[in-house]
């Protein structure tokens, strides 16, 4: 490589410095065009004394109501928060098992893998459908991007105009976004993985399908599942604040308390969604050591 | 297992990567059963003559064929139960790492099943095609390595589990390029003896291609030397004489100052 190739040239060093400023312009113009100042993240008058109300429900979370009088028959305090925790895994469990369905169905489709043949020296298709493989492809990208660009919440006030506020419609908020994303990453998982036993086992008569399950899926699959699980700790946390729009997670408990201003019962909701995205997390780190490593 | 063959012809094939010609107007005859290796040095086209006999790589110019069927005139179905005949190694060994030594054996024979009948055999633990791979294992002294994972292995039990799978394909030809490349001399010594000896024993067509000439001398009835993608000799290795080797690399020294 000669000494030129290495030596910056004015033209790059500009472009690099446009591309620097750009960058802190756009900093500068949001926080002007926001009217932010640092001052307004300091409490006003009262909310100081509402916040340090909050922070000592920190440290003495509630174990049992804090409202006055209870109607007769309420469970205790302690088993509501438990069946918030469990209806919140359940709607995550079910949202990612639909979402994982649909990851691998469109993460197939949305490889360039899928629809390439592997002895053939063209970057997509194969046989009779050679002309409109590059189309299909196209539409399942496209379809992907759609699927994760609107927002699970977004999803859900969707559903929950069309539906009402059933549990499917939380289920397909979350399964949507979510399945979505799978397909995006899990494609290009796909796409990433070393190709030569797919060549070696076209090379051997395999069909396009049989290396693709047999060759690419196999090498992927390590990256596709850890990443599956990353995935289900951030359904948890999504099915959670579903809560907000109605749905018995624990979103919605944690609301009702905030109204009432019993900041104490927050924090119990709060602590328990910890605990439960912390055992989450351990469980699926656990099982991805499992898997990737063996 | 092999039925009678012609066998494998190049008439007069040639091949261009991007204006470059890999291969020039080769032209060859493999009888069935016979054992033959390309020797040469590297870029001289050993690889894409190789990739040709299964179509992996379609000729620019000329034909191959296989008992006088031309590979780029066949249908796809066609094709596929051409290359179910060819076991085929590539100098990576193209097995799955992370799959079990059994699993990647068993791939061997999907060139000759359905879609469906393939995940069929995968999903059931069906004992007769296991006994199958261990006994093929087992006849290449790694048997117990069944239930392995193929990252777990060493080198040379990586490409002894290769062999397995083309052995467990039933093919009737044995294509391996550069089989010996990544073995230390003791372990490329043992490889060649094993792959020259199966094959006689199995009758398939061998084809091979090699760097060590030596090693093809002593153990590969037949030799053709390339040369910047020519054939420079083609004949028994007995008659290979000093001079002919001697031009083979002079040439490619002069190849590489021009």
Same mark, same amino acid.
């Given at each position: 490589?000669?000494?030129?190739?290495?030596?910056?040239?004015?033209?790059?060093?500009?472009?690099?410095?446009?591309?620097?400023?750009?960058?802190?312009?756009?900093?500068?113009?949001?926080?002007?065009?926001?009217?932010?100042?640092?001052?307004?993240?300091?409490?006003?008058?009262?909310?100081?004394?509402?916040?340090?109300?909050?922070?000592?429900?920190?440290?003495?979370?509630?174990?049992?109501?804090?409202?006055?009088?209870?109607?007769?028959?309420?469970?205790?305090?302690?088993?509501?928060?438990?069946?918030?925790?469990?209806?919140?895994?359940?709607?995550?469990?079910?949202?990612?098992?639909?979402?994982?369905?649909?990851?691998?169905?469109?993460?197939?489709?949305?490889?360039?893998?899928?629809?390439?043949?592997?002895?053939?020296?063209?970057?997509?298709?194969?046989?009779?459908?050679?002309?409109?493989?590059?189309?299909?492809?196209?539409?399942?990208?496209?379809?992907?991007?759609?699927?994760?660009?609107?927002?699970?919440?977004?999803?859900?006030?969707?559903?929950?105009?069309?539906?009402?506020?059933?549990?499917?419609?939380?289920?397909?908020?979350?399964?949507?976004?979510?399945?979505?994303?799978?397909?995006?990453?899990?494609?290009?998982?796909?796409?990433?993985?070393?190709?030569?036993?797919?060549?070696?086992?076209?090379?051997?008569?395999?069909?396009?399908?049989?290396?693709?399950?047999?060759?690419?899926?196999?090498?992927?699959?390590?990256?596709?599942?850890?990443?599956?699980?990353?995935?289900?700790?951030?359904?948890?946390?999504?099915?959670?604040?579903?809560?907000?729009?109605?749905?018995?997670?624990?979103?919605?408990?944690?609301?009702?308390?905030?109204?009432?201003?019993?900041?104490?019962?927050?924090?119990?909701?709060?602590?328990?969604?910890?605990?439960?995205?912390?055992?989450?997390?351990?469980?699926?780190?656990?099982?991805?050591?499992?898997?990737?490593?063996? | 297992?092999?039925?009678?063959?012609?066998?494998?012809?190049?008439?007069?094939?040639?091949?261009?990567?991007?204006?470059?010609?890999?291969?020039?107007?080769?032209?060859?005859?493999?009888?069935?059963?016979?054992?033959?290796?390309?020797?040469?040095?590297?870029?001289?086209?050993?690889?894409?003559? &190789?990739?040709?006999?299964?179509?992996?790589?379609?000729?620019?110019?000329?034909?191959?064929?296989?008992?006088?069927?031309?590979?780029? +005139?066949?249908?796809?179905?066609?094709?596929?139960?051409?290359?179910?005949?060819?076991?085929?190694?590539?100098?990576?060994?193209?097995?799955?790492?992370? &799959?079990?030594?059994?699993?990647?054996?068993?791939?061997?024979?999907?060139?000759?099943?359905?879609?469906?009948?393939?995940?069929?055999?995968?999903?059931?633990?069906?004992?007769?095609?296991?006994?199958?791979?261990?006994?093929?294992?087992?006849?290449?002294?790694?048997?117990?390595?069944?239930?392995?994972?193929?990252?777990?292995?060493?080198?040379?039990?990586? +490409?002894?589990?290769?062999?397995?799978?083309?052995?467990?394909?039933?093919?009737?030809?044995?294509?391996?390029?550069?089989?010996?490349?990544?073995?230390?001399?003791?372990?490329?010594?043992?490889?060649?003896?094993?792959?020259?000896?199966?094959?006689?024993?199995?009758?398939?067509?061998?084809?091979?291609?090699?760097?060590?000439?030596? &090693?093809?001398?002593?153990?590969?009835?037949?030799?053709?030397?390339?040369?910047?993608?020519?054939?420079?000799?083609?004949?028994?290795?007995?008659?290979?004489?000093?001079?002919?080797?001697?031009?083979?690399?002079?040439?490619?020294?002069?190849?590489?100052?021009?």
């Amino acid at each position: 490589m000669s000494a030129e190739a290495l030596a910056v040239t004015p033209a790059r060093a500009n472009r690099r410095a446009r591309l620097i400023l750009g960058i802190f312009l756009a900093a500068l113009v949001s926080w002007l065009a926001l009217d932010l100042s640092l001052s307004d993240a300091l409490p006003r008058q009262g909310g100081g004394s509402v916040l340090s109300l909050f922070l000592e429900g920190a440290l003495s979370p509630a174990t049992s109501y804090e409202a006055a009088e209870v109607p007769a028959g309420t469970p205790p305090l302690l088993s509501k928060v438990l069946g918030a925790v469990w209806t919140t895994l359940l709607f995550a469990i079910a949202g990612m098992s639909l979402a994982v369905v649909l990851g691998l169905i469109f993460g197939f489709l949305g490889a360039t893998s899928w629809w390439r043949d592997e002895g053939s020296d063209a970057p997509l298709g194969r046989g009779l459908l050679q002309r409109l493989m590059p189309v299909l492809y196209a539409v399942v990208r496209v379809w992907i991007a759609l699927m994760r660009s609107v927002h699970e919440l977004l999803w859900a006030i969707l559903f929950l105009v069309a539906f009402g506020l059933n549990n499917f419609s939380a289920v397909i908020a979350i399964a949507i976004p979510y399945g979505g994303t799978l397909a995006k990453v899990f494609s290009e998982m796909l796409d990433e993985c070393p190709r030569e036993s797919a060549r070696s086992l076209r090379a051997i008569g395999a069909g396009p399908v049989q290396v693709f399950l047999w060759g690419l899926l196999p090498r992927a699959f390590a990256d596709m599942s850890a990443y599956a699980f990353y995935r289900f700790e951030c359904a948890v946390r999504s099915s959670a604040v579903l809560g907000f729009f109605g749905y018995p997670t624990i979103g919605y408990y944690l609301k009702l308390s905030a109204e009432n201003l019993h900041y104490r019962e927050v924090w119990t909701y709060l602590y328990a969604l910890i605990a439960l995205v912390l055992i989450v997390e351990l469980w699926s780190s656990k099982l991805r050591e499992r898997i990737v490593i063996r | 297992m092999s039925a009678p063959t012609r066998g494998l012809e190049f008439r007069s094939v040639s091949v261009h990567y991007d204006g470059r010609a890999a291969v020039t107007e080769l032209d060859l005859r493999v009888a069935p059963g016979e054992a033959l290796a390309l020797v040469g040095p590297s870029g001289c086209g050993k690889t894409t003559a &190789l990739s040709l006999c299964n179509a992996m790589v379609r000729p620019s110019q000329g034909a191959v064929l296989i008992d006088d069927e031309d590979l780029s +005139q066949v249908s796809d179905s066609q094709l596929r139960s051409l290359r179910a005949r060819m076991g085929f190694i590539p100098q990576d060994l193209g097995l799955v790492p992370n &799959l079990r030594v059994s699993q990647n054996v068993l791939s061997g024979r999907l060139g000759k099943q359905g879609l469906l009948r393939s995940v069929a055999a995968s999903l059931s633990v069906r004992n007769a095609e296991h006994e199958r791979a261990l006994a093929i294992l087992d006849e290449l002294g790694i048997g117990e390595k069944l239930f392995h994972r193929v990252d777990s292995l060493s080198g040379g039990e990586r +490409q002894r589990v290769a062999i397995a799978r083309a052995l467990y394909q039933e093919a009737d030809y044995l294509i391996a390029d550069e089989p010996l490349s990544a073995l230390d001399p003791a372990r490329a010594r043992e490889t060649i003896t094993l792959l020259t000896e199966v094959a006689r024993a199995k009758g398939l067509t061998l084809l091979l291609s090699m760097h060590d000439i030596e &090693l093809a001398r002593e153990f590969v009835p037949r030799l053709v030397g390339l040369r910047a993608g020519r054939v420079l000799f083609d004949g028994p290795s007995g008659e290979l004489t000093d001079e002919a080797l001697s031009e083979l690399y002079d040439l490619e020294e002069e190849d590489r100052v021009g």
